[in-house]
Nanobody, 119 residues
Framework: QVQLVESGGGLVQAGGSLRLSCAAS????????MNWYRQAPGKQRELVAS???????NYADSVKGRFTISRDNAKNTVYLQMNSLKPEDTAVYYC?????????????WGQGTQVTVSS
């Protein structure tokens, strides 16, 4: 089955950095687009960054220039490097992908990892 397992969250001061990791299994990782979402308390889940199998990346405006998404296909792992962190980055961060089978599609989510940025 498909599994996505995040790690690397924690508590950091404003201006600091963290690197999140998401280890994937049960998918053809090298052919899969991978995404990072986040959800702050009382707010909707939002797309933070995405990376395609061809290494095209996209970022939410709020994190452009500060966050970098990357992938290591040999390790079946996608990363989110977060620099210059702000208190408003505080959220649970989730790894996400979509698997397509014929005319169907299924979304998969990791369990989430907490990122807390103090002021």
């Amino acid at each position: 089955q498909v599994q996505l397992v995040e790690s690397g969250g924690g508590l950091v001061q404003a201006g600091g950095s963290l690197r999140l990791s998401c280890a994937a299994s049960g998918i053809i990782f090298s052919a899969s687009a991978m995404n990072w979402y986040r959800q702050a308390p009382g707010k909707q889940r939002e797309l933070v960054a995405s990376i395609t199998s061809g290494l095209t990346t996209n970022y939410a405006d709020s994190v452009k220039g500060r966050f970098t998404i990357s992938r290591d296909n040999a390790k079946n792992t996608v990363y989110l490097q977060m620099n210059s962190l702000k208190p408003e980055d505080t959220a649970v961060y989730y790894c996400h992908t979509v698997r397509y089978i014929g005319a169907g599609a299924s979304a998969y989510w990791g369990q989430g990892t907490q990122v807390t940025v103090s002021s």
